[in-house]
């Protein structure tokens, strides 16, 4: 332990603490602005760059910053002496100087670290007022907006995207009072390897980085008397959605969630739970198929899109190794423009299919042309859980006093299996789920009664739970012993598939989510969870969320769903069957 | 002859001595700065005529580096196997003939001898003059073909690494530069010895020395010359740094501007490669060590050295907070130490003669000698070598030979575009690092601007400022905005829009820059700023409360008029590039003050001092 002095109060902490931390264990916050601490991940961002955070040490000439400056035995910090305030202020200034201050029309307003810093500090007056950076806006693609000229070079975006995710599409340009972070030669996102997750726009503490908005358009089709718009609602949007309310992370708001969807006039109140239960029930058949035949294992999970751009992008020649299924958003939006479209006997062009996503990326995947048959896009817009909560508000929703409602049929049916797509792990727990069930069959009879419960067979596989970024774990099903793993964060899932590509790999399936945690942490998520070092908390309490909703459900197992069980029935046939391969199944292309 | 061990050195030495020629040594400085000044061809033309002459056997016509004699350049020094030298500068092709007629023994008729102020410590116990030069550093430089290995072998060259590879520990090598007191030229001052301890002192494993030659200050070129003029210097240096901290492999970080430097030394490495100097087990004492190139692309803040590691890396230029220090954690995660140019050049040198010997030049608290690079407003631009704690004005008006074309001494700015001004008051400091930080400015890596009474000492701030904007790496918000800021106020102020609170602001920001900033480019590039306020606060008065420029340097201050010299001869209005001149014929003519651009040309143009500038 190391013994230091702040603000003459002694403070013992451990060796290799920083100043900030040491501070923190007496109760006082220095302010920070480009530190952050992933905790839960591992990744700590400390590029001392800000400046906000210096204070005075005896015996030093400079101000340390205190975010990098390690303890001492027998230091002495002064974290609020004038000259520590005055530079602090100043530092505050300065990037205020050269920042647009259109707090009231700026997406970040009241999520943004520089005003909320600006708030705490009293700055009234900037005092060194001049040139301002101006430089283009990239709001072409379809998911990430960036306005660098917000940016305050922090470069959390750049960790998030380079450390964490291992994309490498971000890095410091320039220099000077020009430098600024951009892709290569300052081409637009939707032109570079960027996968859409949307982390460096979680990372972003102000409004550099944010979403492409679809509020105006479904407002649109809303309005509009041809029109019948209906809604999916994925899986880790309903544990998160009630932070943007005041409620606790961690609450389940599934049907103050569904209630609000329909004062906002949606005609139909889907869930992309049910979604996830028909994917189950495609991609545990190809999991199944390909245990049996021992051929192009393992196979890898394709729901998320970040994590297939993150692929084509990077993996190309891994190109045959994921499941073909769709993701459970673009299965809904195919089946909703075909069985329901014609269910209720309206061109599909006239049925319109919003998405809530906690996602970027999946603003991405629903503009893909392969999602598009004729033209006709199966999935219309995709909104963030943010975007969807300014709506609410905007339409004076009161959502807290909202009573609980419940999906609509036939596309609203859902299992726990489809619920635990929202955090990491939770695809292939389903998968197994219902896997096992198939398997046990199988080795009893000899074959597979699709949509038979095996009472006897695991229903908790709690070893590809939680936040940590590669979970392994080795099943036994009946003879047979089935390893899994599981990554979250692209940089882990690099991890994985690297060993596939040099043949270490045994395992039969792994899942891989781009966000680090899985959707809960998606890049459409409420901003709570990042800006300050706690986000950790909320994203567990996210995950507990998820894993209470699934224990609350009284069916958790996809293949047991009654309105998937009749979709099959009705319409589709069996799990992998031609009609099922031309609407729930895609291909993948590599990208240069 | 590949030399194996150090008996191998001193036979080979022996051998080249006793090889000697005997021939009075015609030595060309080439020198990029040389070479510029049209050096080559007069080698060329040296060497034509002792041919035609057929003055093979008592002449040889040698390329040497750079003398740091700029100012006379193409230069030639005519040089006696005694040692008896006569130096000529500003030599044309036509003194030639002359030049070697009177060979070493008198000088050239018509021509004059450079009285130069050069003074090697080791050669001569006493100096004659009252102010000379302690070349330590640039002992070589200017004097051998740096393309020779055999040159600097015959300069005790390598003497240093056999010695120190023979009988001495690592830890004894550390500990004799520690005593020395050698202190980092590049500007830090940080003491080499202990640098190098800290190196040592991580466990065994990869380890790297770096060389920082990205010498970027303006007007600072003291590393070039000694990488163009004395490379082997450095690498000897290297190799001994390599020994004391347990390191195979060197890299000397060099900006690609230095297109002959590069050339230089990759020869030095090759032949000390191939001579056994530098390769696998070095005087059979099984210590390995190769060194090699790194380009930098000239960006300033790259000669910061975690920023420079990082640049090898193939990452962005930037600095990172230190600890952790390149020492425990540098290149590729390794210890490294990293020293400058300038730094390496005084090595060989402290371990052949003792640090007792080193540490009686200088001071106590910075022992040795310091290269300066004299540019601005002096007569003598070039470099020159000093020991430590001379005065100011010993080397300006004594080896610089004063202002040129005899205008007041005004200011010295020290310490590159960092660095503060000084003023007469401060000409009579003792400068060491100490001393020159408290009056505000730095050491740095050794360059000195003489300015004289025509400068403006806002414009120059600002002329510095800008450059400290570009340079920056736009990391920390202090340099990146504060310095932008900083420098648009001065630019108010000598456009004359300054306002009397900008002389707090330009304070406060200032000193909010240096106390905050990340890396040592921040931490002084407001030096020059507020050196000027602090040391001339009458000339920013003057622009902003009367709007005048004492210097006459900020144009948009100043105001053309004519005066009652003028004859009405029109030259001025027909020089006017905006028509703002008008009169009758021979009366008194006018100029339209919201039509002028201030851009001289009647002022220029007229034969009768009839244009007034304030």
């Known amino acids: 332990m190391?013994?230091?002095?702040?603000?003459?109060?002694?403070?013992?902490?451990?060796?290799?603490?920083?100043?900030?931390?040491?501070?923190?264990?007496?109760?006082?916050?220095?302010?920070?602005?480009?530190?952050?601490?992933?905790?839960?991940?591992?990744?700590?961002?400390?590029?001392?760059?800000?400046?906000?955070?210096?204070?005075?040490?005896?015996?030093?000439?400079?101000?340390?910053?205190?975010?990098?400056?390690?303890?001492?035995?027998?230091?002495?910090?002064?974290?609020?002496?004038?000259?520590?305030?005055?530079?602090?202020?100043?530092?505050?200034?300065?990037?205020?100087?050269?920042?647009?201050?259109?707090?009231?029309?700026?997406?970040?307003?009241?999520?943004?670290?520089?005003?909320?810093?600006?708030?705490?500090?009293?700055?009234?007056?900037?005092?060194?007022?001049?040139?301002?950076?101006?430089?283009?806006?990239?709001?072409?693609?379809?998911?990430?907006?960036?306005?660098?000229?917000?940016?305050?070079?922090?470069?959390?975006?750049?960790?998030?995207?380079?450390?964490?995710?291992?994309?490498?599409?971000?890095?410091?340009?320039?220099?000077?009072?020009?430098?600024?972070?951009?892709?290569?030669?300052?081409?637009?996102?939707?032109?570079?390897?960027?996968?859409?997750?949307?982390?460096?726009?979680?990372?972003?503490?102000?409004?550099?980085?944010?979403?492409?908005?679809?509020?105006?358009?479904?407002?649109?089709?809303?309005?509009?008397?041809?029109?019948?718009?209906?809604?999916?609602?994925?899986?880790?949007?309903?544990?998160?959605?009630?932070?943007?309310?005041?409620?606790?992370?961690?609450?389940?708001?599934?049907?103050?969630?569904?209630?609000?969807?329909?004062?906002?006039?949606?005609?139909?109140?889907?869930?992309?739970?049910?979604?996830?239960?028909?994917?189950?029930?495609?991609?545990?058949?190809?999991?199944?198929?390909?245990?049996?035949?021992?051929?192009?294992?393992?196979?890898?999970?394709?729901?998320?899109?970040?994590?297939?751009?993150?692929?084509?992008?990077?993996?190309?020649?891994?190109?045959?190794?994921?499941?073909?299924?769709?993701?459970?958003?673009?299965?809904?939006?195919?089946?909703?423009?075909?069985?329901?479209a014609q269910k209720l006997g309206i061109d599909p062009s006239d049925l319109i299919v919003v998405s809530i996503m906690p996602c970027l990326a999946k603003k991405y995947e629903a503009g893909r042309p392969e999602f598009a048959p004729e033209g006709v896009r199966d999935v219309d817009y995709v909104l963030s859980t943010r975007e969807l909560a300014s709506m609410i508000k905007e339409a004076g929703v009161m959502f807290n006093r909202l009573p609980d409602e419940s999906y609509d049929d036939p596309l609203g049916e859902s299992t726990g299996a489809g619920v635990i797509f929202g955090a990491s792990g939770g695809v292939l727990e389903a998968a197994l789920r219902t896997a096992a069930d198939w398997i046990l069959n199988e080795q009893k009879d000899g074959s597979i009664a699709y949509f038979e419960d095996v009472a006897e067979s695991p229903i908790d596989f709690v070893a590809v739970r939680g936040l940590d970024g590669i979970k392994e774990a080795t099943v036994k099903i009946g003879d047979l012993e089935l390893k899994a793993a599981v990554a979250s964060g692209l940089g882990n899932a690099r991890k994985l598939l690297e060993k596939i590509q040099s043949g270490e790999s045994q395992y039969h399936a792994i899942e891989i989510m781009a966000c680090p945690g899985g959707c809960i942490n998606g890049g459409g998520q409420p901003y709570s969870n990042c800006g300050c070092n706690d986000g950790s908390d909320i994203l567990e309490a996210r995950k507990e969320a998820i894993y209470r909703a699934d224990k609350g459900l009284p069916i958790r197992k996809s293949h047991l769903n009654p309105s998937i069980v009749k979709i099959y029935k009705d319409f589709l046939g069996e799990p992998n069957s031609e009609l099922a391969h031309k609407l729930l199944h895609t291909h993948y292309c590599p990208k240069k | 002859m590949k030399i194996k061990k150090p008996s191998d050195l001193t036979a080979k030495v022996a051998e080249l001595r006793a090889g000697l020629s005997g021939k009075t040594r015609l030595q060309v400085s080439l020198g990029t700065c040389g070479i510029a000044a049209g050096g080559s061809p007069i080698a060329a033309a040296l060497r034509k005529h002792i041919a035609e002459q057929g003055l093979e056997k008592k002449f040889e016509v040698v390329d040497v580096g750079c003398l740091g004699l700029c100012y006379c350049e193409p230069m030639v020094e005519v040089k006696s196997a005694k040692g008896k030298s006569i130096i000529y500068g500003h030599v044309s092709e036509e003194q030639i003939p002359a030049i070697v007629a009177a060979g070493a023994s008198k000088t050239a008729e018509g021509l004059e001898a450079l009285k130069t102020s050069l003074y090697y410590p080791e050669e001569q116990a006493k100096p004659k003059k009252k102010v000379v030069q302690t070349r330590i550093a640039l002992r070589n430089s200017g004097r051998i073909n740096p393309e020779k290995l055999e040159d600097y072998l015959l300069q005790d060259g390598y003497q240093a690494l056999a010695k120190v590879l023979s009988d001495m520990k690592p830890a004894q090598v550390c500990d004799e530069l520690v005593e020395s007191g050698l202190r980092g030229r590049g500007g830090g001052g940080?003491?080499?010895?202990?640098?190098?301890?800290?190196?040592?002192?991580?466990?065994?494993?990869?380890?790297?020395?770096?060389?920082?030659?990205?010498?970027?200050?303006?007007?600072?070129?003291?590393?070039?010359?000694?990488?163009?003029?004395?490379?082997?210097?450095?690498?000897?240096?290297?190799?001994?740094?390599?020994?004391?901290?347990?390191?195979?492999?060197?890299?000397?970080?060099?900006?690609?501007?230095?297109?002959?430097?590069?050339?230089?030394?990759?020869?030095?490495?090759?032949?000390?490669?191939?001579?056994?100097?530098?390769?696998?087990?070095?005087?059979?004492?099984?210590?390995?060590?190769?060194?090699?190139?790194?380009?930098?692309?000239?960006?300033?803040?790259?000669?910061?050295?975690?920023?420079?590691?990082?640049?090898?890396?193939?990452?962005?230029?930037?600095?990172?907070?230190?600890?952790?220090?390149?020492?425990?954690?540098?290149?590729?995660?390794?210890?490294?130490?990293?020293?400058?140019?300038?730094?390496?050049?005084?090595?060989?040198?402290?371990?052949?003669?003792?640090?007792?010997?080193?540490?009686?030049?200088?001071?106590?608290?910075?022992?040795?000698?310091?290269?300066?690079?004299?540019?601005?407003?002096?007569?003598?631009?070039?470099?020159?070598?000093?020991?430590?704690?001379?005065?100011?004005?010993?080397?300006?008006?004594?080896?610089?030979?004063?202002?040129?074309?005899?205008?007041?001494?005004?200011?010295?700015?020290?310490?590159?575009?960092?660095?503060?001004?000084?003023?007469?008051?401060?000409?009579?400091?003792?400068?060491?690092?100490?001393?020159?930080?408290?009056?505000?400015?730095?050491?740095?890596?050794?360059?000195?601007?003489?300015?004289?009474?025509?400068?403006?000492?806002?414009?120059?701030?600002?002329?510095?400022?800008?450059?400290?904007?570009?340079?920056?790496?736009?990391?920390?918000?202090?340099?990146?905005?504060?310095?932008?800021?900083?420098?648009?106020?001065?630019?108010?102020?000598?456009?004359?829009?300054?306002?009397?609170?900008?002389?707090?602001?330009?304070?406060?920001?200032?000193?909010?820059?240096?106390?905050?900033?990340?890396?040592?480019?921040?931490?002084?590039?407001?030096?020059?700023?507020?050196?000027?306020?602090?040391?001339?606060?009458?000339?920013?008065?003057?622009?902003?409360?009367?709007?005048?420029?004492?210097?006459?340097?900020?144009?948009?201050?100043?105001?053309?008029?004519?005066?009652?010299?003028?004859?009405?001869c029109g030259i001025c209005a027909r020089n006017c590039p905006v028509n703002c001149i008008s009169g009758l014929p021979k009366t008194r003519h006018h100029i339209d003050q919201s039509k002028c651009i201030k851009c001289g040309a009647c002022m220029r143009s007229c034969k009768f001092a009839a244009i007034d500038r304030k």
């Open chain 2, 190 to 568: 940080f003491p080499t010895g202990k640098k190098w301890q800290f190196a040592a002192a991580q466990p065994k494993g990869q380890k790297y020395i770096i060389c920082n030659a990205d010498e970027g200050d303006p007007g600072a070129f003291m590393d070039r010359a000694v990488l163009e003029g004395d490379p082997h210097a450095v690498l000897e240096a290297m190799a001994i740094g390599g020994y004391a901290i347990g390191s195979d492999t060197g890299l000397i970080y060099i900006r690609a501007e230095y297109p002959l430097a590069i050339a230089r030394l990759k020869k030095a490495i090759e032949q000390a490669t191939a001579a056994g100097l530098l390769g696998k087990n070095i005087f059979g004492s099984g210590f390995d060590f190769n060194i090699e190139l790194k380009y930098g692309a000239g960006a300033f803040v790259c000669g910061e050295e975690t920023a420079l590691i990082h640049s090898i890396e193939g990452k962005r230029g930037e600095p990172t907070f230190k600890p952790p220090f390149p020492a425990v954690r540098g290149l590729w995660g390794k210890p490294t130490i990293v020293n400058n140019v300038e730094t390496l050049a005084n090595i060989p040198a402290i371990f052949r003669q003792g640090a007792a010997w080193f540490k009686s030049i200088g001071t106590p608290g910075s022992p040795g000698s310091k290269v300066f690079a004299l540019a601005g407003k002096i007569s003598n631009v070039g470099l020159v070598e000093v020991p430590m704690g001379i005065k100011l004005r010993d080397i300006i008006f004594e080896l610089g030979g004063g202002i040129a074309n005899g205008r007041e001494f005004k200011a010295v700015q020290t310490g590159g575009p960092s660095g503060g001004c000084l003023t007469a008051k401060n000409l009579d400091t003792a400068i060491d690092y100490e001393s020159l930080k408290a009056l505000g400015s730095m050491m740095g890596s050794g360059g000195m601007i003489i300015m004289d009474e025509d400068t403006c000492m806002v414009n120059i701030a600002r002329f510095f400022l800008e450059f400290t904007v570009d340079e920056s790496c736009g990391k920390c918000t202090p340099c990146r905005i504060g310095n932008k800021r900083l420098f648009e106020i001065l630019d108010k102020i000598c456009a004359g829009q300054g306002t009397p609170e900008m002389l707090d602001q330009l304070e406060e920001l200032g000193n909010v820059i240096k106390d905050t900033s990340l890396c040592g480019l921040g931490q002084t590039s407001p030096n020059p700023v507020l050196s000027t306020l602090k040391n001339f606060p009458e000339e920013y008065k003057a622009h902003i409360f009367e709007h005048r420029c004492p210097a006459a340097v900020c144009t948009s201050l100043l105001n053309y008029t004519i005066n009652e010299n003028c004859i009405g």
């Open chain 1, 2 to 340: 190391v013994n230091l002095k702040i603000n003459n109060n002694p403070v013992s902490v451990p060796e290799g603490s920083t100043i900030l931390e040491a501070a923190a264990q007496l109760g006082l916050k220095i302010p920070t602005l480009c530190h952050i601490n992933w905790d839960c991940f591992h990744v700590e961002h400390r590029s001392g760059s800000c400046r906000i955070c210096v204070v005075e040490v005896a015996g030093r000439p400079n101000l340390a910053p205190s975010c990098c400056t390690p303890v001492a035995e027998g230091m002495d910090v002064h974290t609020n002496t004038m000259r520590a305030i005055r530079a602090r202020r100043t530092v505050l200034e300065l990037l205020l100087s050269n920042h647009p201050k259109d707090c009231l029309v700026c997406t970040k307003n009241q999520n943004c670290t520089l005003q909320t810093l600006a708030s705490e500090f009293n700055i009234h007056d900037i005092r060194y007022e001049g040139e301002q950076t101006e430089l283009a806006v990239d709001d072409n693609g379809a998911a990430i907006r960036r306005d660098m000229n917000k940016c305050i070079m922090c470069r959390r975006c750049e960790t998030a995207c380079n450390v964490v995710q291992t994309v490498g599409v971000l890095s410091g340009v320039n220099r000077g009072f020009t430098a600024s972070v951009a892709p290569q030669n300052f081409l637009p996102l939707d032109q570079t390897a960027c996968v859409f997750c949307g982390q460096c726009v979680l990372a972003c503490p102000v409004g550099a980085l944010t979403e492409i908005g679809y509020k105006d358009e479904v407002w649109q089709v809303l309005n509009d008397p041809s029109k019948t718009v209906i809604v999916q609602t994925a899986p880790a949007v309903r544990v998160a959605i009630g932070e943007e309310f005041g409620m606790k992370p961690g609450e389940i708001s599934t049907g103050k969630l569904v209630a609000a969807l329909r004062r906002l006039g949606f005609a139909k109140i889907f869930d992309t739970d049910w979604s996830a239960d028909l994917t189950i029930l495609e991609e545990a058949t190809e999991l199944f198929g390909r245990i049996k035949s021992g051929e192009n294992l393992p196979i890898l999970t394709s729901c998320c899109p970040g994590w297939v751009n993150f692929l084509e992008h990077q993996f190309p020649d891994l190109m045959h190794m994921p499941s073909t299924a769709k993701s459970p958003q673009q299965m809904f939006g195919a089946i909703a423009k075909s069985y329901y």
